[in-house]
């Protein structure tokens, strides 16, 4: 056991004891910012990776896994997210699930489908066209376009 006094050495000097330094590691969560087949399929494996890892420091830790993991929400590019919650899942952003984002296969020909709905989307945003297409929340698609319909009448 080791004292609490200070030991010096011959000229004065203080012995300085060693101390083991805690080794900290930054945890990112992946980000996914393209829907092809490469890009999903190496963001799966990192944010698998990422999970265990988060899960090892909770348990360690103490600390609830909800809290310490970053949402699929959040890890995912905004834009690609709306793509994918408007043209796959058939929902709004809000309505979406974790689970349900991170389930989804994709093949070559819905990657290049996604990019195009996703590059339209932008396109739309970037000219202001969303009041006149009617872009926006799936379920009040139906009420615009039938109030634009009759708004003359």
């Not at 004292?3 to 900290?24: K, L, N, T, W």
């Not at 092809?36 to 265990?52: E, F, I, P, T």
């Not at 043209?87 to 349900?100: G, H, N």
Request: aromatic share 8%; with cysteine; net charge negative.
């Amino acid at each position: 056991m080791q004292s609490s006094e200070a030991r010096y050495e011959v000229d004065g000097d203080a012995i300085m004891q060693s101390v083991h330094q805690p080794v900290f590691e930054f945890v990112q969560a992946p980000r996914l910012a393209d829907w092809s087949q490469d890009a999903v399929v190496s963001w799966k494996r990192r944010w698998d990776q990422y999970v265990g890892i988060v899960r090892q420091r909770c348990m360690e830790s103490g600390e609830r896994v909800e809290v310490a993991l970053r949402s699929v929400k959040n890890c995912i590019e905004p834009e690609l997210l709306e793509a994918l919650c408007l043209y796959e899942l058939r929902k709004s952003v809000d309505d979406a699930t974790s689970e349900e984002l991170v389930d989804l296969r994709e093949d070559g020909i819905d990657a290049r489908v996604l990019k195009y709905y996703r590059d339209f989307a932008t396109l739309i945003k970037e000219n202001g066209l969303s009041q006149i297409l009617g872009v926006g929340n799936p379920a009040d698609s139906g009420r615009r376009c039938f109030e634009m319909m009759f708004a003359g009448m």
